[in-house]
């Protein structure tokens, strides 16, 4: 026989997967169901009859969450308007649950219907914890940078990353287009073939240099991605920008180590075989210098011998270079050794030059082990050209420390004419002088030096400001 509907209702409201209390117009339980008595841990007779903040909240709870729950069961009650309230309760052996509320006035009661969101909401605060902690994972990599443009090429989205890349910040650039962040002259064809090749495979990836906010160039390797809402609609594209300016130097300097080598066999083979026909021209000058010649002639046998004697120099100078250089390392006293190399540098100078000499020591260096001739002329060297770039006079200072306890540091400054931007790239290179009578062999001879005695040196240098070499060399 099928039972009447009115039958039904007390299994289905006994049966509910929700918490059900109902209460009368004096906040009194009169009627509950399982799910509520178990959520409580407490028996029906415990239940009915008694008031609901009294069942519900047995224990200190919070007070304002308290007082809210009832200001909100109030005012349904009041208005006759369903509310929603989420609040913790106590359960037996779970601990604190959070519970959804739903408040409906019925008749001349209160109905509340609970559901526990414990869960969902611990997923929910993880998924949010994940994002935040891969938000500050990526703003935490200074050599990458995260930015999202919309399909009109306008920056929606500027990740602190994008600021210590970039020197912009998220004010200076939210909503402005994309090329902003291109060479002005390249932006059309570089957006071009992004937007294309992301258009064809929903991809793009390649080495590209991007324009800093101080209008220097910034190599990255720029990946682009489709960027799609939630009903899998295009609304942009997502950019990630990974700074590879060290890894260019890195090739940069592989680059020149190769063909600084290749130059130095090109050169050796050079040297000797010009070497052979002087040595041939060397010998008959001295055969006509022991002739009876007339003074005129003498001359220009003279001219001639100190000319060939010039090219020896400089064919010298040349295997010098291409030779890999025998160290016979010692311990040194690099403060010593420099002291040394201002004395020599002291009695070489012109006197026509008035250049001032300033030393800064630093006490208690630890020493290094290095060949002392060949590091004695690396400093001669430098001295000699900062001399060389203060023609009016001025200021060589020489300062020394002791940089991270690992290396003895050596900074060599003139107040000179400076070096322009664009030359430091070949600066160390072979046969590459600035001078009008150099040979360009002095600093290629100095950083082979250097790099032997497995240390680093740098340049700085300002046009009409002066130039800093800085040299690194490891403790013994």
């Known amino acids: 026989m099928i039972k009447k509907i009115e039958d039904i209702y007390p299994v289905l409201i006994e049966n509910a997967a929700v918490l059900l209390l109902y209460l009368n117009l004096d906040g009194k339980i009169v009627l509950c169901n399982k799910k509520a008595q178990a959520a409580l841990g407490l028996k029906r007779d415990e239940i009915i ?18 007082d809210m729950f009832k200001a909100v069961l109030d005012d349904a009650s009041t208005y006759k308007r369903a509310k929603d309230f989420e609040c913790h309760i106590r359960q037996p052996g779970l601990g604190l649950r959070l519970i959804s509320w739903n408040i409906t006035p019925i008749d001349e009661g209160i109905l509340l219907l609970g559901q526990d969101i414990t869960q969902s909401q611990e997923r929910k605060n993880s998924l949010k914890n994940i994002d935040e902690s891969l938000k500050n994972i990526i703003s935490s990599i200074n050599e990458y940078a995260l930015y999202v443009i919309n399909l009109d090429g306008l920056i929606t989205y500027f990740g602190m990353g994008c600021e210590k890349m ?3 910040t998220k004010s200076q650039v939210i909503f402005k287009h994309v090329g902003i962040l291109h060479n002005f002259n390249k932006a059309a064809f570089e957006l071009s073939m992004i937007f294309g090749q992301l258009s064809q495979s929903g991809r793009y990836e390649s080495e590209i240099e991007l324009l800093a906010k101080s209008g220097n160039p910034v190599p990255v390797r720029l990946t682009a991605n489709r960027f799609l809402d939630h009903e899998g609609k295009l609304t942009g594209y997502v950019f990630i920008a990974k700074d590879i300016t060290e890894t260019k130097k890195l090739e940069y300097q592989v680059f020149q180590a190769e063909k600084l080598a290749a130059l ?24 006509l210098k022991a002739e009876k010649l007339k ?9 001639i011998d100190s000319q060939v004697n010039r090219i020896r120099k400089l064919v010298d100078r040349v295997l010098k270079f291409s030779r890999k250089s025998i160290l016979t390392p010692v311990e040194v006293d690099i403060n010593q050794l ?15 030059v008035c250049v001032k ?10 020493k290094i082990s290095g060949d002392p001739d060949q590091l004695q002329e690396v400093f001669l060297n430098l001295m000699i050209n900062a001399y060389q770039a203060m023609p009016e006079g001025g200021v060589l200072k020489v300062v020394t420390g002791n940089f991270e306890n690992l290396f003895a540091q050596v900074k060599i400054s003139d107040t000179g004419v400076g ?6 790239k070949n600066i160390f290179m072979p046969f590459f002088s600035t001078k009008g009578q150099g040979t360009g062999l002095g600093l290629s001879i100095c950083h082979n030096i250097i790099k032997s005695h497995n240390g680093s040196i740098e340049l700085k240098s300002r046009v009409n400001q002066g130039t800093t070499f800085t040299i690194k060399l490891p403790f013994a």
């Open 419 to 424: 070096i322009p931007a664009e030359n430091f």
């Open 166 to 168: 970039f020197g912009y």
């Open 357 to 366: 000499i300033e030393k800064s020591f630093e006490k208690g260096l630890p």
């Open 49 to 66: 009859g008694r008031d609901w903040l009294r069942v519900l909240f047995r224990e200190e709870e919070n007070a304002l969450r308290v």
């Open 338 to 352: 420099i002291d040394q190399a201002i004395t020599l540098i002291s009695y070489d100078k012109s006197s026509a």
């Open 264 to 287: 130095g066999q090109l050169s050796a083979g050079m040297a000797h075989e010009i070497n052979n026909p002087l040595f041939v021209v060397s010998g008959r000058l001295q055969i």
């Open 295 to 303: 003074p005129a002639h003498m001359e220009t046998i003279d001219l």
